[in-house]
């Protein structure tokens, strides 16, 4: 298994809590880090020192680290166009020698939109279909060949497609818990599908959903990975996971219940159900990102068990 340090810097973040974070995930052995694409606090906090950019971030860390997979979860279709994520995303590629993967969503965050201006329409699922649609398009065109693409949203005429990505084709991680359209997006471009935050129940639900499009796609079952993600709050004793938890501002039983909660062999429990459905993959959600502490405890006493 795959195991990820996932971040929401838009609690409250800097680009050096980031860069510390990232830096520790790859000294310990996690084998990605990925972050969130937002712009504006959720809930009461006040978001102190404010938003960062994912891609100017990701862009950054991909000069800051050496190993360590470097990704969004996930980027939303309304925030860019396809044409410029795709630059983004090839660049960034390059910069890290071949490390990306980008994770891509509707969006569902109208406050944020507001605050920013970034229309924010009712409908968003065909921009993501089309921005799929173009941005793996013009990652796999080959050198010296152009890519056009026409629908009700965009269009492009002759795109150079440039510049190239190192990875080919480069990872792109597809989730949701729509019963329909959503495996079958994922089974159309995803190299992943992500079953979100769920329960043991909830995700076996949308895997079967996602594993049978999948095949009803005639794509080779082997092609496509599968992840969860859960907020985690672990740690030696009860105490501990309790201390962690209110710091993330959440209690010790949500996180058992929806997340990756309790002590270590909890959580190394709650992996192993996963791991028997079919998950490869599996995203930490941190939020207390100064805890370091926390990152190591899962690194040695988690992970090993588990991997």
């Not at 050496?66 to 309304?78: E, F």
């Not at 030696?236 to 062999?265: K, Q």
Request: glycine share 12%; net charge negative.
């Amino acid at each position: 298994m795959e195991f990820c340090i996932f971040t929401e810097p838009q609690q409250g973040a800097s680009y050096d809590t980031l860069l510390a974070t990232a830096q520790a995930a790859e000294d310990l052995g996690f084998d990605g880090w990925f972050r969130s694409d937002h712009y504006l606090v959720m809930g009461d906090g006040d978001g102190l020192p404010g938003p960062t950019d994912a891609w100017t971030t990701l862009a950054a860390l991909a000069r800051e680290t050496k190993r360590v997979r470097l990704g969004t979860l996930v980027s939303s279709a309304t925030y860019r166009y396809p044409g410029i994520l795709a630059i983004q995303v090839a660049q960034v590629d390059q910069m890290s020698g071949g490390r990306v993967e980008l994770g891509l969503g509707t969006g569902w965050y109208e406050q944020e939109h507001r605050a920013y201006g970034i229309p924010f329409p009712a409908k968003r699922f065909g921009l993501l279909e089309e921005q799929l649609a173009i941005v793996s398009g013009l990652l796999s065109t080959p050198l010296g060949e152009t890519f056009s693409y026409s629908g009700e949203h965009y269009t492009l005429e002759d795109a150079p497609a440039l510049p190239k990505p190192v990875q080919s084709p480069v990872p792109l991680i597809v989730g949701g818990g729509g019963p329909k359209k959503t495996p079958a997006l994922a089974a159309k471009y995803a190299t992943e599908y992500n079953a979100g935050f769920a329960t043991v129940a909830d995700v076996e639900a949308k895997l079967g959903r996602t594993k049978a499009a999948v095949a009803e796609a005639g794509r080779d079952a082997a092609s496509i990975k599968y992840s969860v993600a859960g907020t985690t709050v672990t740690g030696a004793d009860e105490a501990t996971v309790r201390r962690r938890a209110d710091a993330t501002g959440t209690t010790p039983e949500d996180v058992r219940h929806g997340g990756f909660g309790g002590t270590a062999s909890e959580v190394v429990d709650k992996i192993g159900t996963f791991k028997e459905m079919g998950i490869t993959r599996v995203y930490f959600q941190v939020m207390d990102l100064a805890d370091l502490d926390h990152l190591e405890f899962i690194a040695q006493e988690v992970v090993p068990q588990v991997r």
